[in-house]
């Protein structure tokens, strides 16, 4: 495999040299020498037959406990097998996403599964519905992030062996932007959704481009280390079936991952390695991602610290080992604990977002979930304007001879109109615009006579706007194929009264109510 050069701007560059003062090289090399001695000493704990002959066959050799230990050389193996760059090809060839690791642009996608729909007021909530996984992804889709979208809420009014597929055909009836593959329980479900991703991009404009992948799916290892058989089928069929293999990892440091920041990362990287190597052992050459939830545990209750420092410097540090790897590393952005949305999962969300940022991933997540897993139409454009907020003021500004122009100054200076006056301010001013416009920018009496709105009722009125827009759609072919294919997977697994998937899409088209 190749590690592309850094051809970022001096910008980008700078950035990672901040984050490299949080982990410096040195670092980065530690912590990969234990992952790697945590794999060649105790393994991986491997719950599929297949996964375990696979990876027997690229290197590894038995272990204790049912466990398969995996030697550096077959690591490496591993990583030089690996596609590490990729495009996640979307419906609207303009919105399709380049992945790498090396530091550039950074995309942004949305947390996913949350079981409730909250009131950001009160706190009370609900069971989250197919509806509202499609009223989320309009939202989404008029917002400049997340700018990929995957599934938001599982809906609890569908069979739980479907509720991925559904919630494939309510986002791809809702956006044309990439979308990312819903959380799978059961390995039949991965090809599954691959023909579903594969029937809505042949609505595509043009051929899915050389590199490109149809969806991309995430396989959670359970730490410490041990990959559960739907994890493992899922990872052999996705590879090879060419999807990309995203490898989410979800250790918590003082409970399921060593307390020390630098342990966790060690053993968050080896269980990530250890899914690589099984996507390479069943295809090499599959494109594979580097999945980073690492969090932390309150030591008075074992709560996770959501929004805490650490989870920044986690997601830093991630991003650098992943980086050292030539993976695309996918890591934790905003999150919060707070149990309304107010003041405190405004600053929880947004500092992390920011230092978080700095070393440059190629993909953050984060929009749209708080407290115990809650999520709420108006959280959705609070997190859209924290990453245009966030990821705005990481561009260097330009010094170049026009931003420098000592002529235009001394006009300024000394002319009669002031700067103001000057065609050099006028232009530049245009320029200066805030990079978020849900905050209120007026002045106090104007504020008062719009009737004194705080940042949640105009996140509120935004999602009014959005909602009343007609929806993207599909097809009539593909939504029709796509129905199929839900009603197919019910027979099969012998289900009867399934809800009808049209009559679902026809409600969430038609809906002009309330949110909550």
Not at 222 to 230: C, K, M, Q, T, Y
Not at 335 to 360: C, H, N, Y
Not at 447 to 468: C, F
Request: charged fraction near 20%; glycine fraction near 10%.
């Amino acid at each position: 495999m190749t590690h592309p050069a850094d051809t970022s701007p001096a910008g980008d560059a700078a950035q990672v040299s901040l984050a490299a003062d949080l982990w410096p090289p040195e670092a980065i090399e530690a912590i990969r020498a234990a992952s790697l001695e945590l794999l060649a000493r105790v393994g991986v704990r491997v719950d599929s037959a297949e996964a375990e002959v696979l990876l027997k066959a690229a290197g590894g050799s038995p272990g204790p406990q049912g466990r398969v230990l995996l030697p550096a050389a077959a690591i490496t193996a591993a990583l030089e097998s690996c596609r590490g760059e990729y495009v996640m090809a979307a419906r609207d060839p303009r919105r399709d996403l380049s992945i790498g690791p090396a530091p550039g642009r950074i995309h942004v996608h949305n947390m996913g599964e949350a079981p409730a729909v909250g009131d950001p007021r009160t706190g009370r909530s609900r069971p989250a519905t197919f509806r509202d996984q499609a009223l989320a992804t309009r939202v989404m889709h008029h917002q400049r992030f997340p700018d990929c979208i995957n599934s938001l809420v599982t809906p609890g009014d569908v069979p739980a062996e479907l509720h991925p597929l559904y919630s494939y055909l309510a986002i791809a009836a809702e956006t044309d932007k990439p979308v990312g593959g819903p959380g799978q329980d059961h390995a039949w479900q991965t090809p599954a959704l691959f023909e579903m991703a594969s029937a809505v991009l042949s609505a595509r404009p043009g051929r899915v481009p050389a590199g490109g992948i149809v969806l991309d799916m995430g396989y959670s290892p359970v730490s410490p280390l041990h990959l559960g058989a739907g994890v493992c089928d899922g990872i052999i069929a996705a590879a090879r079936l060419g999807m990309a293999v995203q490898v989410l990892t979800n250790p918590v440091a003082g409970t399921t991952a060593p307390a020390s920041l630098a342990g966790a990362l060690a053993q968050q990287d080896a269980e990530i390695l250890a899914g690589v190597a099984l996507a390479q052992a069943a295809a090499p050459g599959s494109a594979c991602g580097y999945g980073a939830r690492l969090s932390v545990a309150d030591p008075r209750d074992g709560r996770l610290l959501c929004g805490a420092g650490q989870w920044a410097l986690a997601s830093v540090g991630a991003t650098l080992l992943a980086r050292s790897h030539g993976l695309a590393c996918d890591c934790y952005g905003p999150d919060t604990s707070a149990p309304l949305v107010d003041v405190q999962a405004g600053f929880q969300q947004a500092l992390p977002a920011l230092a978080g940022a700095l070393a440059r991933p190629c993909m953050m997540s984060g929009i749209g979930v708080w407290g115990d897993s809650s999520t709420c139409l108006e959280l959705l454009v609070v997190g859209d304007a924290i990453y245009r907020q966030a990821l705005d003021s990481l561009e260097p500004p330009a010094w170049d001879e026009d931003a420098l122009d000592v002529d235009a100054m001394i006009e300024g200076v000394s002319g009669r109109t002031g700067f103001l006056g000057t065609r050099h301010t006028r232009r530049w001013l245009r320029g200066n615009r805030a990079s978020e416009d849900l905050s209120w920018r007026g002045g106090a009496g104007e504020w008062i006579a719009a009737g004194s709105p705080d940042t949640l009722e105009l996140a509120r009125e935004r999602v009014r706007q959005v909602l009343s827009r007609e929806p993207v759609g599909l097809p009539d072919d593909v939504e029709a194929e796509l129905c199929r294919l839900v009603d197919e997977a019910a027979a099969r697994l012998g289900l009867s009264g399934h809800p009808d998937p049209r009559r679902l899409l026809d409600e969430a088209r038609a809906w002009s109510g309330p949110t909550f």
